[in-house]
């Protein structure tokens, strides 16, 4: 679908420019691995590691504080990186505000909307194939055999010693890896040049 509206467009910051794509995305991957490791909220940790390289409103990442652990650390929702970097998604294609309506429909409006649509499908289905869900108890489950309720210091405990922020196949691979198909996204459908 093309887009019915302008797209944000944006270049990695300037010493990320003589990267190649791969090298691009594996840098991600680290950034986001780093930022989770040591300051952990998944949804916030890969949009850092995103901000790090393309250098958006530093606000985007603050916005997206509360969505890590499935939603106010609740493990009931989405991953906290896949809906992080959906917000991202929408600070390059989101539908702006102009195109809504109370009073009428506009067909254009709606199309709107469904363009908006395009890059987090695409990363739902990255998910999908790698996760087999997007939700947050899932991930925790295929990761660890089960989900940790993280508001409980007791499970918390219980995950961090399950490797949650240290075993690079835990948590900090979940985000690295949304953040690095995220900026795969962005990078394919122009939004972000090298």
Known sequence: MVSVFTVRKMKVKEKYQGLTQPQLLQKVYELGVEYESNSYGCSQCAVAALHEVIGFDDVIVKVVTSLCGGTASQVVGTCGALAG?????DYFFGRPVGRLSREVKIQDNLMALESAQEAPKELVKKYIGKYGTISCSGIMTQKFGRP???NDPDEFRKLEEAGGHTDPKKCIDVVGQAASWAMEILLDKGAVGL
């Open 85 to 89: 970097c959906i917000i991202v998604f």
């Open 148 to 150: 940790f309720y993280l």
